[in-house]
């Protein structure tokens, strides 16, 4: 595709309405020019902005505060793999009756009016304890939903750290997988290697002795092309035994690829490697 | 792999950029996710609901969105668009995947941009939480689009919240297929032209 070619399509590009075949030209072209790169990034915050034309439609704070919540717990479980807690048992609900008092029985006379009395005392509370069964059932039905539904979520984060550990796998040993090793320029130091599934466009980095990144800064990832473009593949941070894995998506074509490398940046990276690199993998 | 980094205090992160709070999500802060969610989520959760119109699947395409940012935060790259672009690039994403699937369940109604009313899908407790600068955004958006020739604009706009490919639109709105390609990159310069300016001006 040509330069010219590519310019006609980036506008639709950016609001993914092309044809996968237009879309995979167009990438591809991208890949390795520059202004189309950038030309692309802010037409793709051109189209996003159109997002705050939707009526703005706050999340029930009910709900908010749910899925917070349940993000929060999917995320300290990733983060730490320890048991996954099960999922909440649903206990009935008590029926509380409300206390109630009869006053004032003193004479004879009253007596057949307390027995009509007292039956419709009797009716009344069958009818507010028909009621409130209804309404605790009513509950226990919503709690078992919520807890179906929980439990549900729970099975899909599972189902996905599987497939996840998979796709892993996959990307490490795939047929289409290229692998760049990468070193440091002095003895026993920082290593690592890229996997570059050339079939499904997935770059898998593994590093290790890699040193603690200095307060405000961080380690980016970069693909070097041919044409010395520099990609940036992400930004990471290492363990506490200087171990790191990234995963990134970039479609490149087979034969552009000049290395791979490693710099060390400020927070959040930058658009392009500022320092010497820590690592460097020159790819064949 | 993530790997967990020193917490910092939540009122610390308040502070932060949604590109640092991003940062500090790929490298395991928690809180940082959690501050991530409590500015952007109303902005999600309002594109998921204006494409599906069902609070259920839009409260699924939040919390999805919110997964991926913090699985897949080290793949933020701040040169190809803004984190509100990437959030709402995954949100649409997701939400456009739930569409197609119900447009071809038959039994189900998937909101359209022709049935999808700006009143009717908007919350009754919608409050100015988000601040003025939302509501600054918003009208630079509308500013911009009210700009555009209204062909262009409609397919513009049946592209991103209907999901639809030029083919599509093409075929929906009876125009031939050059036509509707023109219509949509002219839109997106002048969109992209329309919303620099604004923003230096607002600036």
Same mark, same amino acid.
């Given at each position: ?284 | ?32 996710? &959690? /501050?991530?969610?409590?500015? =952007?989520?109303? #902005? *999600?959760? $309002?594109?998921?609901?204006? !494409? ?78 988000? &601040? /003025?600068?939302?509501?600054? =955004?918003?009208? #630079? *958006?509308? $500013?911009?689009?009210?700009? !555009? ?55």
């Amino acid at each position: 595709m040509t330069h010219a070619e590519a310019q006609e399509l980036l506008g639709a590009l950016s609001l993914d309405a092309t044809s996968s075949a237009e879309r995979e030209a167009v990438l591809a072209h991208v890949a390795e020019c520059d202004d189309c790169a950038r030309e692309l990034g802010e037409l793709r915050d051109a189209a996003h902005s159109m997002a705050r034309l939707a009526p703005e439609a706050p999340m029930d704070p009910a709900r908010q505060a749910r899925v917070r919540a349940h993000l929060l717990a999917r995320a300290a479980e990733r983060a730490q793999p320890a048991h996954a807690p099960l999922p909440g048992s649903v206990k009935p609900a008590s029926i509380a009756m409300p206390p109630r008092r009869l006053t004032h029985v003193s004479t004879a006379r009253l007596v057949a009016a307390a027995a009509i009395v007292l039956v419709g005392v009797a009716l009344a509370l069958w009818a507010v304890s028909a009621e409130q069964r209804a309404s605790a059932l009513q509950r226990d039905t919503q709690r078992f939903l919520a807890a179906q539904r929980s439990f549900e979520r729970e099975i899909a984060a599972r189902d996905s750290a599987l497939a996840d550990r998979q796709a892993l796998l996959d990307a490490m040993t795939g047929a289409g997988v290229q692998v760049i090793e990468a070193g440091a320029p002095s003895a026993r130091q920082p290593s690592a290697k890229m996997f570059w599934d050339q079939i499904t466009s997935q770059w898998t980095f593994v590093a290790h002795n890699l040193p603690r990144a200095e307060p405000n800064r961080t380690y980016q990832l970069w693909l070097i092309t041919r044409a010395q473009r520099k990609i940036s593949a992400g930004v990471f941070a290492t363990s506490a035994s200087g171990d790191a894995l990234v995963i990134a998506h970039y479609s490149l074509p087979k034969d552009s690829l000049a290395a791979i490398a490693v710099t060390d940046e400020p927070s959040g990276g930058s658009p392009q490697p500022t320092t010497t690199p820590v690592l460097v993998g020159p790819y064949r | 792999m993530r790997t967990p980094t020193p917490s910092i205090p939540a009122r610390d992160h308040a502070a932060l950029t949604n590109a640092e709070l991003v940062h500090r999500i790929a490298g395991g802060d928690q809180r940082a996710l &959690g /501050a991530l969610y409590d500015r =952007q989520v109303t #902005l *999600v959760h $309002s594109l998921a609901l204006r !494409l599906l119109g069902d609070a259920d699947d839009a409260e699924d395409v939040v919390e999805e969105t919110f997964w991926q940012v913090w699985r897949y935060a080290s793949r933020y790259d701040a040169s190809r668009g803004s984190v509100s672009t990437w959030l709402c690039s995954i949100a649409r994403s997701r939400a456009l995947d739930l569409l197609r699937a119900a447009r071809r369940r038959p039994e189900r109604n998937a909101t359209s941009i022709d049935s999808a009313d700006d009143t009717a899908l908007a919350s009754p407790n919608t409050s100015p939480l988000d &601040g /003025a600068e939302q509501n600054e =955004q918003r009208a #630079l *958006v509308r $500013s911009a689009l009210a700009d !555009l020739p209204p062909e262009q604009r409609e397919s513009i706009e049946l592209a991103y919240f209907a999901g639809l490919s030029q083919s599509e639109i093409a075929e929906r709105v009876g125009q031939p297929l050059g036509t509707i390609k023109t219509r949509i990159r002219l839109a997106m310069m002048k969109l992209r032209a329309r919303l620099s300016s604004l923003r230096e001006s607002a600036t």
